[in-house]
């Protein structure tokens, strides 16, 4: 169950990194087009 757990964690963390820095890229595409 703790390995489980684990992996749900990492999994979700990995998940948030990746939408951060696609919005944060989003982001930066929006400010050097203005």
């Not at 169950?1 to 990194?17: K, Q």
Request: a positive charge; aromatic letters at 8%; zero cysteines.
């Amino acid at each position: 169950a703790g390995l489980f757990m684990m992996a749900i964690i990492i999994g979700s963390g990995l998940t948030i990194l990746l939408v951060y820095q696609t919005t944060n890229i989003r982001n930066f595409d929006k400010k050097k087009l203005l």
